[in-house]
């Protein structure tokens, strides 16, 4: 086996569907038992914040039978889809489209666990557990794409977390004080699900650290930073230097769609249309320090961050978006990583995880990159370059050619 890849979400799917057109052999394992895409957070009416364009294989590879065109295109929804005149998909049909990619590879386990990575004189042995079943191959690679697992602060009592909110939403929509912590996409997104379906005597409220309810826009030019070019600039910098840009970049990755900010403000302005009160209390600058449970309710404790004005609120739920932390597997202990700080690996620019020995195989990672490659580690469209670049490397040949887009800017 050339290649295992462990975990298919889209970016491990798109290196599936890459490699389909060649003549590596390679196996992905999916511990789930079906092709699932951020499942709490498909919001009927949100859409991806990537060009459709940006899907799983366009950018290495139009040809590709995975393009979401020729998706479109098999399942009758081309015509329409131009009709509707819109470069984004909405974020269900996205999941529509991965699971459509997913049926069509053969090359996919699912309900398969990679439960251990172990070295070989030849690459590594893989260990896999399903249905109680453990299963050994080896494999000349490894690419890591386990994905991100949500982030729930210490001190947060019984909150749901923004990836649970389809499973609880109608229970949210049940209840009289709801309060919404963070103030990023997710955030947005379910603040205006809830809001607008909110009736004269329920009361959303939306909470954020931030100085103010910022939309994601940087413009086409500073869009550049998307761009093989700009990868490869900040790749070569110091550790430092990364981690001082990554903060610049806060911004942006944490902003809200112009559509949904607008979206927003519409639904408060007509909500105020018949009566004063909103039923809406929107709070910028408060740090929340604790989020307590008792008796079926919830006390949030914060502080007004630059007049150090105590913020007490109690509500029946409450929902955070505070974010995601990305998934390392235990047995990466075991392999002789060379790190640069507690949990950064550091990362070749062809994404193999360097170690302290060389060793006959590589690891590459689409996980844990941020650090390593900037703020394209977690864009879908880049996804699909890296894929093209890993796809070579692993081939020992250009199958794909990646970098004849240039960008305006020089980096
Ligand atoms: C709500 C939301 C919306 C987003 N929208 C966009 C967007 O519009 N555009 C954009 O560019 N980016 C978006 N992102 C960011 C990013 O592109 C996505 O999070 C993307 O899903 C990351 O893909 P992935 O393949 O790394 O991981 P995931 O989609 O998280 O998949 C990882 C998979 O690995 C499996 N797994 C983990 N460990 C093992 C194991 N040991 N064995 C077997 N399987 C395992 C998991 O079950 C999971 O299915 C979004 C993120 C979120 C949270």
Redesign the pocket.
Known sequence: MDFVA????????GLMALAEKTTLRGIC????TEM???E??LIEGM????HYL?DLVTLADPTNEASFLNYLNKTGRLQTFITQERN?IP?TE?NRYLRWVSERLSTIEFG????DVTLEAEGFLVT?ESAGQTKQLRAKHLVL????APFVPAGFEQVIH??EYMTYRDVLKDRYRVAVVGSG??AAEVFLDLLRDATDEQRVDWITRSDHFETLEAGKLGDEIFSVDYVKYFHSLSYTSRKELIRSFERFRHGVNPETMTAIYETLYHRTAERDSTKAELLTQVEVESITYDWLTHQLTGKKMYTGEEVERTYDLVVVATG?RP?L?SWIDRLPIVWEAEREWRVGETYEVRMEEELSGKLFT??NLEHSHGPAA??????VYRNAIIVNEMAGETLYEVGGQKPFTTF
Not at 112 to 115: A, R
């Open positions: 462990v975990g298919c979400g889209p970016y491990n799917l394992f999916e511990k789930r699932m895409w951020h709490g957070m859409t991806m914040q990537t940006q984004t974020r996205y398969h666990e990679v439960s896999v794409g386990t994905g991100m923004t990836s996409q997710s995601y998934v597997p689409h996980t977690t864009n879908l469209g880049m996804a």
